[in-house]
Each structure stands twice: as structure tokens, then as C-alpha cells.
């Protein structure tokens, strides 16, 4: 963001490669201690169901804000009650990171793309589809580009920057900025100016600054849905497949808990986990926030 | 170990490569710093100064109030900031909100407190018979002010030092006000707050080093200055 990320990245890809290094290091010396410890928890935990362990989920602010984990954690707590999950909700790069780092068990996040470099570099064991809910476009009533009731998002976004309408960015490297930089991107569109304002924040903090700009943003569903009656805005364009967004879940490589990620991994894809993200946010919003596709 | 080493190094390399994104940064964080510290000064040191100073009526009450201000959490100041410049709030009309002066408005509303109740504890504690003293031998009310505020600019400075700091290294209030817009509201702590949410640790790192060099160059200056003075007092 500060204009050096091309440099960065290549100074990133040196850092994580040292600290793979440090890790590897790190693991050699203990290793030998911790394993006597592991063959005796199995045979522990059928005895004592009552004892739990810590599952510690890195997700995105987007997922937190729609609220799925209000009964997703639950439910996976009342199938695993050995397990009491700790969510750590932040941006997708961060999660990422975080993962890198071994400091969570296990990530549910949205940018398929760098989930498959993170399994692909050694850090996460294996990447599952889970569910996917859609991108809105929403905007001021008074729609100063005239893109209203559309279903085509790249022509939309270039309508808003043909007009220099207000736009409201993200711009935090989450999911959702991506995929709105792709949208930019396949509109042919290099956003800069006044009329684009990058703001670093939240979705939650996105939406609220959008509306009170009068500008227009794109934001995940679930979140639109949970704040739209705070917000003077409306969609104007939905439906368009280009705004399908993928979640995956992945376990950390040789996590604290590494028991605990598989068996929230395995449960969410499970017919128990796929039921409760089907029928989340119906009673509410009358309408599913998220569609269950785990293979 | 790894990643202090890296923030180290970045933090030299961006202030030697010195991008404009970066230099546009740190030049909103000074407008708003060095705004909010002299309003800050000009609304709390007076107001500092009477209550230190004087005996009337509700005076331990202001004091009461002016100490419980200079804790009020930054962001809450911020929220309030934040629905009163609302488009739906009293002063949505003026358009302030996501402004460089929206961030001077709410900061200003952190110093003044911190500054009024810091300056009244240094004016205080200058010994009432000097005062006493010096309307003795013939001097003004305004005379025995400056005479006052001589001898408790030790006290004055620190407080000036610790308005600073707070605008300075605050996050809460800009971060509500300003947006953290690129190129436009975006200051040191908030940008720290972006990189780490981004998992750039390094790069979070590296600015909260450059922060950290221009609380000390502030703090630098500040105490010179006390130093400077006092040789000179002692001829």
C-alpha cells in the first residue's frame, strides 16, 4: 500500500523461506521430545470426554461479521465436545500469515488462489471447498453512475469510474479486495483518482464509510445482509458469476492442535457441517447466506 | 528474530528511498499532531492555568471532570466524533467526516484535557507565597501570570510533550474519523494497524519504528529546549 509492494513481495518470499528454515531447525530439536508425549492422548481421550483441548480457527473479518459462527462453533462443539474452538477473525492476508506461523490449528478463508500456494509451499495439509456465497455491488438510491438493477459487474465498475463516482476500496489485501481488483481488472481499469478512495478496513467499516460517502462498494452478502438496515445503500448489481466467492478450509501443517483442525475440517465438509451452513440465515434474512459445496 | 531484523531494515530503506506514499503519510500525521497539540494548548493551558491557579467555585469539580477526560478511551472520543459529523448527525451538513480536520477535531478533543489538567498540576505547585511575594513588590495580575507560568514551564512543557504524545501515537479516534484513506486520511498508526491486519508484520514494524523516532526527535527538541533555558537561568 505504501507504493513498495513488488519489492516486498520478493523480500517476503526470502523471509518466509528463512523462517521455514528456523521452523525446520525449531523442529528438529524438539521433535524428539514431544513425540512419547503423543501416543499417550488417544488412548486419554476416550477415557476422559470431558477434558478439552483449545482448536484456535484463523478466519476473515467478512466471515466473523456474518455471523455463521455464532452456530457453526455450537454445533461443531456439540458433535466434538472434546474441542472448544477460539476464532481469530482478521484479513485474509493476515489468516494466511498466521497459518504461515503455526499460531492457528486450522483456517476458513476465501481466496482459493493463495489458499492453493499455502498447501502448495507446505503449510497447510490439504485445501477443501466448504461452501461459497456471492459479491454485491451496492451503491447510493440516487445511483449517480446508473448501473442500477445490472448483473454485469465489470461493466458496472466502469460505468462508476466513467462517472468518477465515488468508490470505496477495501483495500486491505482480504478476499474481497481481490476479488474486487480482479472485477477492476476485467473492466480494463487501472482505479485511481479522488473518486477512489482505499481505506484499508473491514467490510463492517467499508460499508458504513460507503454509505455515509454516498459511494459505491463491493461487499460479500452475508455481511451486506447482517448491516443493510443500518446503511443508506441498495444493490445494484448481483448475480453475476464473476462474484462467486469460494471458502476453503485448511488444516496447519503440524499445528498446536493437530487433531482438533482435522476434526473441524472433516465436520464442516461433513453432511452435519454442510446442513447447519445451509439453513444458517434463513429465519433471518429469509434467505441462506452461504450455499454448502463441499465434494 | 528474524522479523525485527527485517523491520529494522525496512524501516531504513523507506526512509531512505523515502516513496511519496510514505512522506504523504507521515505529513498527515504531523498536520494533525502538530494542529491538534497547539488547539489543544490554546483551549487547555488557560483553562489549565485558571484551575491551577485560582480558587472559585466548581473548581474541584472541573478538575474532577478535565482528570476523567484525559482518560476517556481515544475511540470513544472517536465514535462521538464520528455521529456528530455523521451525515445523519447535528454537523453532517458541514461534510467534515473522513477528513484531515475531522482527525484535528477528535485529537483535539484528546489533547486539550491532557494538556489543561497537566498544566494545572505544574501551575499549582508553584508556592503561593511567591505569588504573594511578587504582588507585594508591585505586580499586575498579568505580571504575576507570566511570572507563574516562568517558573512552572518545566511542568508546562511536559505537558505540551504529553498532549503530543497522545495525538501522536493515538489510533482509536483517527481511525474512526479519518477512514484510513490512501493518499488522503491514512497517518502512521493507522497504516500500522492496516499492515498488520494485512500479516505485514515487518512492515507494520517499520512504521512503528518511524513513529517512534519522531516521538523521540519531539521529546529531543522538548527536553533541549528545558536544558537550554536552565543554563541560561544559571547564567
Not at chain 1, 471458502?247 to 487433531?259: H, K, R, S
Not at chain 2, 467534515?96 to 484528546?110: C, G, K, P, R
Request: hydrophobic share 45%; glycine share 10%.
Amino acid at each position: 500500500m505504501l507504493g513498495v509492494k513488488d519489492p516486498s513481495l520478493l523480500r517476503q518470499r526470502t523471509l518466509a523461506l528463512l523462517l521455514a528454515v528456523v521452523m525446520l531447525f525449531g523442529l528438529a530439536a524438539c521433535g524428539s521430545a514431544e513425540e512419547p508425549v503423543e501416543p499417550d492422548q488417544p488412548a486419554e481421550t476416550p477415557a476422559e470426554p470431558v477434558e478439552t483441548t483449545e482448536v484456535i480457527i484463523a478466519s476473515t473479518t467478512s466471515t466473523e461479521d456474518s455471523g455463521l459462527f455464532e452456530v457453526l462453533i455450537p454445533a461443531f462443539e456439540a458433535d466434538n465436545p472434546e474441542y472448544k474452538i477460539s476464532v481469530v477473525a482478521v484479513g485474509t492476508g493476515q489468516a494466511l500469515e498466521i497459518g504461515r506461523n503455526k499460531d492457528a490449528d486450522v483456517l476458513l478463508v476465501h481466496a482459493k488462489a493463495d489458499e492453493e500456494t499455502f498447501v502448495a509451499e507446505g503449510y497447510g495439509t490439504d485445501r477443501q471447498d466448504v461452501m461459497y456465497n456471492d459479491f454485491v455491488i451496492v451503491g447510493p438510491e440516487s445511483d449517480p453512475a446508473g448501473i442500477k438493477d445490472g448483473d454485469d459487474a465489470a461493466a458496472a465498475l466502469k460505468a462508476i469510474a466513467d462517472a468518477k463516482a465515488k468508490f470505496i476500496s477495501r483495500g486491505d489485501d482480504s478476499g474481497t479486495h481481490k476479488a474486487e481488483l480482479k472485477l477492476w481488472a476485467a473492466a480494463g481499469i487501472e482505479p485511481s483518482g479522488d473518486w477512489y478512495d482505499s481505506i484499508g478496513q473491514g467490510m463492517g467499516d467499508t460499508l458504513t464509510m460507503t454509505s455515509e460517502s454516498e459511494g459505491y462498494t463491493i461487499a460479500d452478502r452475508g455481511t451486506w445482509l447482517s448491516m443493510r438496515d443500518g446503511l443508506d445503500l441498495v444493490i445494484v448489481v448481483e448475480g453475476d458469476p464473476v462474484l462467486f466467492n469460494q471458502y476453503g478450509v485448511i488444516p496447519v501443517t503440524d499445528a498446536n492442535n493437530q487433531e482438533g483442525a482435522r476434526a473441524f475440517a472433516d465436520w464442516i465438509v461433513s453432511p452435519a457441517g454442510q446442513e447447519v451452513i445451509r439453513t444458517y440465515g434463513v429465519d433471518v434474512y429469509g434467505e441462506p447466506l452461504f450455499v454448502p459445496n463441499a465434494q | 528474530m528474524n522479523v525485527f531484523v527485517e523491520a529494522v531494515v525496512t524501516a531504513a530503506r523507506l526512509t531512505l528511498e523515502g516513496s511519496p506514499a510514505l512522506w504523504g503519510v507521515i505529513a498527515v500525521t504531523f498536520e494533525v499532531a502538530i494542529v491538534s497539540t497547539v488547539a489543544g494548548i490554546v483551549l487547555g493551558a488557560p483553562m489549565g492555568f485558571l484551575m491551577g491557579a485560582s480558587r472559585f467555585r466548581g473548581r474541584r469539580v472541573l478538575v474532577a471532570l478535565t482528570n476523567t477526560a484525559m482518560g476517556i478511551p481515544p475511540v470513544v472520543i472517536g465514535l462521538i466524533v464520528m455521529m456528530v459529523l455523521s451525515r445523519k448527525g447535528p454537523l453532517g451538513f458541514m461534510g467534515l467526516l473522513y477528513s484531515v480536520d475531522a482527525m484535528s477535531i477528535a485529537q483535539t478533543l484528546i489533547s486539550t484535557p491532557i494538556i489543561a489538567g497537566l498544566v494545572s498540576a505544574a501551575v499549582a505547585s508553584v508556592p503561593g507565597k511567591l505569588r504573594l511575594q511578587a504582588r507585594s513588590l508591585g505586580a499586575s495580575r498579568v505580571q504575576e501570570a507570566l511570572l507563574v507560568l516562568k517558573e512552572a514551564r518545566l511542568g508546562v512543557l511536559a505537558a505540551i510533550a504529553s498532549g503530543f504524545g497522545a495525538v501522536v501515537r493515538g489510533v482509536g479516534a483517527v481511525m474512526m474519523v479519518g477512514g484510513n484513506i490512501e493518499g488522503k486520511t491514512r497517518v502512521l498508526t493507522t497504516a500500522i494497524v492496516q499492515e498488520s491486519r494485512m500479516g505485514n508484520f515487518g512492515m507494520a514494524l517499520a512504521l512503528g519504528l518511524l513513529l517512534m523516532a519522531i516521538t523521540f526527535a519531539m521529546n529531543g527538541f522538548l527536553t533541549w529546549y528545558q536544558h537550554s533555558n536552565e543554563r541560561y537561568e544559571r547564567g
